[in-house]
Structures are given as C-alpha cells and as structure tokens.
Antibody, heavy 122, light 106 residues
Framework: QLHLQESGPGLVKPSETLSLTCSVSGASISSGPNFWAWIRQPPGKGLEWLATIYYTGDTYYNPSLESRVAISIDTSKNQFSLKLSSVTAADTAIFYC??????????????WGQGILVTVSS | DIQMTQSPSSLYASVGDRVTITCRASQTISIYVNWYQQKPGKAPQLLIHAATSLHSGVPSRFSGSGSGTDFNLTVSSLQPEDFATYYCQQSYRDPLFGGGTKVEIK
C-alpha cells in the first residue's frame, strides 16, 4: 500500500528557504510512470497546488509561485522534495505531498501524506 | 486562469438528507473535475475523478455529474461520517481547487 510522509522543519524564519521532503513507501518513484506533487493549505483556508514532478524529472509549477519554488526527486532514496524561497508569514501552511497517478485523466491526487505544518515566524 | 466557484460555502444537513454541492468553472473544462473530502486535521481524500468516476473504495452514495462548466457532487443519503469539507478541483489546466463547502450537522 502506498504511503507518503512529509518531513522537515516546522518553523522557518522570514526571508529564509523552506525545505521539505516526502518519503514514499509502497511504490518506487523511479519505476514510474506516476507524477508527484506538493499542495499547501493555510490554516483554516483552502488548498493550493504548488508543484508537480514526473518520475523522469520533468517539473511543473504554479505560475504564481514559480519564481520561488523548486521541486526535485531523489530516486535513490525514493523521495521527492520542495524548496520555497524568500518565505513570509503568508507562506505559513500545512504542506501535503501527493501522488498524481498516470492512469487517471488529468491532474488527480489519489494518495496524500498526512501533512506537515510549517510556520514562518522570527 | 480558470476559476472554480464552489457553492454553497457551507450548509447544514441532517443524517439521511440528500446533499448537492456545485462547482462552476469560468470556462468550459470538459470533464476535468475532481472532488475531495477533508475531515478536520486530516489530508483530503479523493472521492470522484473525471467528473463522474467514483474512486476506488468510495461509498456509492457519493456521485458526481456535469460537464463543460457546471459540476455537482451529490451525497444521496448523508451519513454521520460525511460531515466534512468538500473541495472541487479542475485539472484542465494547472490544478486549481474550489473554495470548499463545509457540511455541518443541523
């Protein structure tokens, strides 16, 4: 059974870079052909897609955040990661990693991690 | 950008009620709509993909309809575990979620 688990610091200072990792078990990221994504949710608010990466390393970004966000994949560790630079308090959110399966039409997220709360504060 | 307007933002219902949530896209998006359920403190869970396809393991009381710009999620007979927040999401272009509908106990 597929399991995704986010990890990283729960507190980041303003202007610094937020770095998170999603560890995947129950499936091999490198064997493809799934996509892997990051989605965030400010406390009490709605969901915002941030970025998606294909198992080949092809990346797709939310245009509103593209200048600050980077997604990468480490097939040797079966992990993928997110970096969000120049953070402000507005970036405080629960960050989820998720799978976009290849066999469902469009960008559908069928498996999610439990989420990790990241607070931006000095 | 394609906007998704979800309504209502909240509703009160009783166990056994039939509930319908609507999402309207700002332009035609064929059947590229998905629906998720989120309970407090939990990650969203996929209910419906491609407007009408029930995701594996999801109870049959959930159904989706629509195409083009107007989409519905219907719960035929609300159960106690269905009180949650529901989100639509368009996947025609970059993924974008609706604002959510909180279903609360009347």
């Amino acid at each position: 059974q597929l399991h995704l688990q986010e990890s990283g610091p729960g507190l980041v200072k303003p202007s610094e870079t937020l770095s998170l990792t999603c560890s995947v078990s129950g499936a091999s990221i490198s064997s493809g052909p799934n996509f892997w994504a990051w989605i965030r949710q400010p406390p009490g608010k709605g969901l915002e897609w941030l970025a998606t990466i294909y198992y080949t390393g092809d990346t797709y970004y939310n245009p509103s955040l593209e200048s600050r966000v980077a997604i990468s994949i480490d097939t040797s560790k079966n992990q993928f990661s997110l970096k969000l630079s120049s953070v402000t308090a507005a970036d405080t959110a629960i960050f989820y990693c998720a799978r976009r399966p290849w066999d469902l039409i469009g960008s559908v997220f069928d498996s999610w991690g439990q989420g990790i709360l990241v607070t931006v504060s000095s | 950008d394609i906007q998704m307007t979800q309504s209502p933002s909240s509703l009160y219902a009783s166990v056994g009620d039939r509930v319908t949530i609507t999402c309207r896209a700002s332009q035609t998006i064929s059947i590229y709509v998905n629906w998720y359920q989120q309970k407090p403190g939990k990650a969203p869970q996929l209910l419906i993909h491609a407007a009408t396809s029930l995701h594996s393991g999801v109870p049959s009381r959930f159904s989706g309809s629509g195409s083009g710009t107007d989409f519905n999620l219907t719960v035929s007979s609300l159960q106690p575990e269905d009180f949650a927040t529901y989100y639509c999401q368009q996947s025609y272009r970059d993924p974008l979620f609706g604002g959510g509908t909180k279903v609360e106990i009347k």
